[in-house]
Each structure stands twice: as C-alpha cells, then as structure tokens.
C-alpha cells in the first residue's frame, strides 16, 4: 500500500482546537492550496502596484479617473448579473463577527442580510478563523446553540426568517500565518476565509436557495476585483459550481477605488451584486495616501466629519449614480450605535441621529444601508420602507442628476471645521481601547455607546500621524507633537489603570497597546496598515 499524499499545507504554531479537523480536511487544504499557487502571485504583484500608486499621489498630491479604461465609463450598455432572489431585497443589512452569540443573533435580528464578518470586525486568531468556519456551517446545519454564562439560551428561528449571509473575507494585505504552503510561505487571509466558506457551504447554501456570496474589502483598484473574479471562476470550475453563483460586494473603502466603481463593477459583472460607501476606512484611506499632501489634505476630528461633508456626498452620490446605471444595488453606511437600556434619554438622541442618516440614505437612493445592533434594524427598516413600500429596491432612480469631478472626491480643503485637543484625545482614547480587545482576540468593540471595528483604530491613528507631521496646531494655539501625544497617552492609560482595577489592567494588554498605539501614530515610517504589527503580537 502506498504512503498517504502529504499534506498540501502545513499548520503552524497553532494549538489544535475542537472539531477544527472538520473545516481542514484534506479537500479543504488542497483546494487552498490550488488557490495559493494560482492566486498568491499576482496578489503580490497587486501590493507593489498599490506602493507605486502611493508614489505616485506622493508626488502629484491628485487623482484622477483613469483614461485607459473611459471606454467601459462611457459604455452606457454593460450591466452586471440580476441578483439572485436572496439578495433582491437589501434594506438592512447588520454587520458583526462569526462567533457563536453573534451568529445567532445577527441571523435572528430581523436584518435583510448579515455581514458575517473575518475582517476589520473580527481579530484573526486562529480560534476566530476557524472558529467563524464551523459556527457558519452549524448554522446551516441548523445545529447551533449558545448559553451565556448567565443562562440565557439563544437558538435559531425559522429558516424564512433568518437574514441572508454574505461572509466578508480579509482583505488582500494580511497573510494567514498558520498555514503556510511547501515553500513556507503563508497563504493569504483573503484566500483562506473565502476558500474555506465557499469549499463547506456552496453546495449546501445551494440547496437551500441561496449561494454563497461575499462582501470584498479595501479594494484599491479594478484589477484587484479582477483577480477576485478569477479566483471566483476557477474556484467555480474546480468544486463543479455553476458559474455566477458567486455574487460579491465590494466596499468603496478606499479613496482609490471610489475613481474606479464602474471598472470594479465591469470586471465583476457576472458575480457583481453591489457596492458599499464605507466610511471610517475611507477617511483613513485618504489619510493614508494624501498624509504628505499639505494642509489642505489635513482632516479635522474623525466625528466632526459626516456624510453631509461636501466630498463624502460627492462620493456616495457618485457610488448611487454608478450603481443603479449598472443594474447594482447600492448600499449605504454603517449606524454604529449601541443602544443603552439604561439611559432612554441617551438612546432618544442617538435614534434620532441614526434615523436621520438612514432617511438620508434612503432619499439619496440607495437601496439598503448597514447597522451594528439588532435594535437598530427597526430603525432603519423605518426609513427605507418609508421610500421603498413593497419595492425590494429602488435601483430605478438613476441619479443622472448627479455630476461628481475628480476634485471633488478629494476636495477635503472644503470642511470648515478644525483639528482640537479633544479630538485627539479622543483618537488616543479609542485606539489603546480598540487596540487592547483587538490583542485580546475581540474584533468588535463597543466604546463610548459605538461599536467599534479596525477601520477606527486606523483613523485614529492616522489622523494622530497626520496632524504631527503637519505641524497642526489646536485652537488655543498647541502645536501637535509627538511629546503631546505621548504626554496624552500616558494621561489615557493611567485614567484606565484608574477605571478597570489594577487586577484587570495586569491582566490586559493595555501596555501593549498603548506602545503600538505610539509606534504607529508616531513612527517617521507610516505603516501601511496597523493589522500586520498587531498580527505579530496576536496570541
């Protein structure tokens, strides 16, 4: 008898968990490993495209739309594929990670769709990664429960009344450093979080009505969602899988992307389903690339700039336009509130808040918009029913009202508010915040009644990096240098000694964060991204 074929992949520096031989089998392993191979390359070539784009807005501090692909802009004819029955009707959609609680209530919230989510909402532990694989298949199975440590039993509902799920990978930057292929390389997280969940679940998703479909994050250009669409059609042939059963969504998350929504959506017309307005990543994209641009570029407090702001209508006015000329569905941001059942009057306000942006959303024409609680979903229903009655959509209004320029996208000089202390207060506030739970394993976070995800350490910390290394200086005339921030920080982390206890600050990584907090706010060197030196120190 012959030997068995190694493995295609090898696991490394991981502690075995339970039942996690059920998500990597043999099968499993060799089909990411064929996605690997296929895929891993060009991904590479893409991160060095995206440094030389960089460069290049380094040295132009512009961006324009691209004249190579003005051909499949100006082409009034190309639309992308209907969508499928479950993901005709959008109007709310709730975003959180795929632990079990979680997978549960989302499903319950009365949500249209539930973002599943290995991205910014989710630590990637190797419990969370393979942990979020098997509460989804449970899920399916319909063999999943939770009792929390109070008693409280949570179980599904109805098949019918469950929302629709839309697994949200991560995003092309960030390897999985517990897989790794023949070479020693990682295989990247993107390709294991949507090899694992297409490979377990398309057939069965099939079965049931569905399919599997995706939300694609921090896309920076179109090529980018080209290779999506190629990992989309060979993972396709490969498990026998009709062609278009895939169906993505793609985050304009980046300022980048925003230039490119008709060429994102043409290179994947027949897996498109629609695109989504981010809004904390955005910001921290446009930081990010325009960091050196000058003053003009330099943005004031992250609270102090909505999506009334002149360039973040442009931009989802834009996102609608293209959209709805496409035949996509058109989703608009997060309502990041945390209801508190303690202060009704605290809740009156925020609900008031939150229903006027989704009535914003909704009168803007987009089709559907996202939430972070499950008492939020009510809220939102309210104002897209209110524009939608019976419709599933509106993907009717066209928006050809609507004329967005280069320049507006980009037109940050615009906002009249400024910089402040408080503001950057508040930016080391939530980062050492975020960033503790985060090393902790927690990728969704509520701080100060919001439910915090990555994207809001990396504006905070991009904006704590803008500011000194433009010399900003606040109202009462205090230069913003890297002594201040240090001195504020140090401030922050005594006051949380203070609030938690010595016992739980000992037993945090509160110093941790406060140190990678330092390093990537402060450093001459701006990280690309915050998650791959936090990964480092991830348990």
Known sequence: ????????????????????????????????????????????????????????????????????????????????????????????????????????????????????????????????????????????????????????????????????????????HLDERHLRAADGRPVPGALVDFGLYFFHNARRLLAQGKGPYFYLPKTESHLEARLWNDVFVFAQDHLSVPQGTIRATVLIETITAAYEMDEILYELRDHASGLNAGRWDYLFSIVKNFRDGGPGFVLPDRNAVTMTAPFMRAYTELLVRTCHKRGAHAIGGMAAFIPSRRDPEVNAVAFDKVKADKDREAGDGFDGSWVAHPDLVPVARASFDAVLGDRPHQKDRLREDVRVTAAELIDVASLDARPTHDGLRNAVQVGTRYIEAWLRGLGAVAIFNLMEDAATAEISRSQIWQWVNAGVVFENGEKVTADLVRKVAAEELAAIREEVGEDAFAAGKWSQAHDLLLRVALDADYTEFLTLPAYELLG
């Open 1 to 172: 008898m012959s030997a068995p074929a190694p493995s295609p992949l090898a696991i490394v520096d991981a502690e075995p968990l339970e039942r996690q031989g059920e998500v990597l089998t043999d099968a499993a392993l060799a089909f990411l490993a064929e996605l690997h191979h296929r895929f891993t390359p060009r991904r590479d070539e893409l991160l060095a495209r995206r440094a030389e784009r960089r460069a290049e807005i380094a040295r132009t501090s512009t961006l324009d739309f691209l004249p190579e692909t003005a051909h499949i802009r100006e082409d009034p004819d190309w639309r992308v594929a209907p969508a499928p029955p479950a993901l005709e009707d959008r109007r709310v959609e709730i975003t959180g990670p795929t632990d079990r609680k979680m997978t549960i209530n989302a499903l319950n919230s009365g949500a249209k769709v539930w973002l599943a989510d290995f991205e910014d909402a989710s630590a990637p532990t190797w419990a969370n990664v393979i942990g979020g694989q098997l509460n989804l298949i449970d899920a399916y199975e319909r063999r999943i429960d939770f009792t929390s440590p109070e008693g409280k039993s949570y179980a599904l509902r109805p098949d019918d009344a469950l929302a629709t799920v839309v697994t949200r990978p991560r995003g092309w």
